[in-house]
T-cell receptor, first 109, second 115 residues
């Protein structure tokens, strides 16, 4: 069936460095690409999303880029801080909303 | 406060003992769904509902039932729980419009252990 692949599954970066998480999807009809952040013991919460009519969207230190031709989109976090440590999920509508398997991001002080 | 609530938050039960996890939202959302979260597998959809009395299977519906008798409530029923249903469960809701292209609002989660 349709799926969303997310890489890497774990990522450790030094505080202040940048982190990039990438997702690929299979349904070319997908037009909405959200990213959710799940802090330890908490619920997933939307942090940023992008629709297919734009190639990039920024919100302070986070940004999402979309390449519809290659069917992939990425989350970029710059100037990482300890509070960025969490599990991040991408998602794409593929008949139903399908989530990636998650990336555990650890920021090393 | 706009929110999605789930009860119970933690549950330990034994194989075969029927249980229900409740989910309620106060945002007048049409779309509600249930997910289970397992290590390395991400969030997988169990069932979803587009409106009252309209439910449909997600990716992993086996062993679960749902009902949508009222717009705000979407209970998850495990008629005969088994150990492979030990997991973290999330309820979510969103405005219908184009539900899978809208923000999903998640409940706090229910951690279930089936012995």
């Amino acid at each position: 069936g349709e799926n969303v692949e997310q890489h890497p599954s774990t990522l450790s970066v030094q505080e202040g460095d940048s982190a990039v998480i990438k997702c690929t999807y299979s349904d070319s009809a997908s037009n909405y690409f959200p990213w959710y952040k799940q802090e330890l013991g908490k619920r997933p919460q939307l942090i940023i999303d992008i629709r297919s009519n734009v190639g990039e969207k920024k919100d302070q230190r986070i940004a999402v880029t979309l390449n519809k031709t290659a069917k992939h989109f990425s989350l970029h976090i710059t100037e990482t801080q300890p509070e960025d440590s969490a599990v991040y999920f991408c998602a794409a509508p593929q008949e139903k909303l399908t989530f990636g398997t998650g990336t555990r991001l650890t920021i090393i002080p | 406060e706009a929110q999605v609530t789930q009860n119970p938050r933690y549950l330990i039960t034994v194989t075969g003992k029927k249980l229900t996890v409740t989910c309620s939202q106060n945002m007048n959302h049409e779309y509600m769904s249930w997910y289970r979260q397992d290590p390395g597998l991400g969030l997988r959809q169990i069932y979803y509902s587009m409106n009252v009395e309209v439910t449909d299977k997600g990716d992993v519906p086996e062993g679960y039932k749902v009902s949508r008798k009222e717009k705000r409530n979407f209970p998850l029923i495990l008629e005969s729980p088994s150990p492979n249903q030990t997991s973290l469960y999330f309820c979510a809701s969103s405005p219908l419009l184009r539900a899978i292209e809208e923000t999903q609002y998640f409940g706090p989660g229910t951690r279930l252990l089936v012995l």
